[in-house]
């Protein structure tokens, strides 16, 4: 337990690692803002995944829209328990993954995007 508290104490100090975290954060916080905002929450089935060359590929109860953030948030928690636990030689590791969790956050943001523009709006 002292490695996650020194992790996050590193964390809040180099902008290294704060940024991708911050970002990330922010990234998943627009994910759920747009899934609250734009999807109908009813008791019919949405399209929950869109593909261009082939349409529709997974449909579901609306509170299913919530994995995509959901997995997300867990996808940042997971990377930032294994930077935790990664000695301080790891730094280009560290950055790595904390990158990484951006990333998906990012491609989580753009298929909520893609899923409201293409089918809710």
């Avoid at 990377?79 to 790595?96: A, H």
């Amino acid at each position: 337990m002292h490695q996650v508290g020194f992790f996050l104490n590193k964390t809040l100090k180099q902008s290294q690692f704060y940024w991708p975290v911050l970002s990330g954060l922010i990234l998943n916080g627009l994910s759920w803002f747009f899934i609250v905002w734009r999807l109908p929450a009813s008791a019919d089935w949405i399209p929950l995944y869109y593909n261009v060359y082939f349409g529709i590929g997974w449909i579901g109860p609306w509170f299913s829209s919530v994995y995509y953030p959901g997995l997300g948030l867990l996808i940042l928690a997971i990377n930032l328990v294994i930077c935790s636990y990664l000695g301080e030689d790891k730094v280009v590791l560290i950055r790595w993954l904390l990158w990484t969790a951006f990333l998906a956050q990012f491609f989580i943001l753009l298929t909520v995007i893609t899923l409201i523009i293409n089918y809710f709006s």
